[in-house]
């Protein structure tokens, strides 16, 4: 049975990933803060690991007490939606760690597992955000970021046999939404061929896919999942 380590997979985009692998008979393990309304581990090949991916010294430990993993799914992060020119230094930090630093040092570390296993898969969260800029900058360096870092890692460990890739999404029906004023949300939806936001499911149909049934040979890319707000 292969384990998947999925990043917030507790609710939201996260949360129908971990439904897509466990209903697929995978061994999933879940990391995430709040676990108070999750039932998925109900399933005895689902794993809820409460840990607060701000500490990133804690990453060595985390990974190696969860021990072999096939899949990284970087999903977690969050959005400030916060003006430039006040933005609190500690709220930059907390970007940084949650949505780029922790990515980066969960990769390092599952990775050891895959090039030691002859191979594995990661895919990363990335958005929207971080190709036409978001108005909360730092979410969306952090976004361009991720999808840097894909076709860096890509670079690095495809050679080994690990295959990374990056979805990028419009806005999405979850939470995160809350901090998105109205009259722009109205906006975006005007920018979307079928005039929706994306369900959960979508992303986590293509994130399920590249890091399941997907070529090999598409590695370092990301997926644009945006309906029309973004052609290219
Ligand atoms: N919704 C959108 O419009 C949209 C569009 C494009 C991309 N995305 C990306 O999709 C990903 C999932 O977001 P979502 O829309 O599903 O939002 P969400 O429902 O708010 O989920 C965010 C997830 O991140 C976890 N998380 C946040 N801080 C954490 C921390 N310090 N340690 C551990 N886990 C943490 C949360 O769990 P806890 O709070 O319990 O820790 C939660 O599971 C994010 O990376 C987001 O940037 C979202």
Redesign the pocket.
Known sequence: MKTVLI??G?????LATAEKFQQNGFLVKV????FSKFTLDKHDNVEAIP????DLDGIPKLVSDIGTVDILIN?????HALPYDSYPPEKVEQILR?NILSPVALIRETSRFMIKNGGGRIVN?A??AGEIGHPDIWYGITKAGLINMTKSFAKLLGPKGVVVNAVA?G??E????AVIPEQRKKDIKNTVYTGRFAY?IEVAEAMYWLATGCPEYINGICIDINNGAFPR
């Open positions: 990043t917030g507790n609710k939201g985009i996260g990391v995430a803060r709040d840990y607060d991916l701000e999903n977690a992060g969050i959005m949650i969260n958005s929207i999404a806005p999405v979850t939470d995160m939404l959960a």
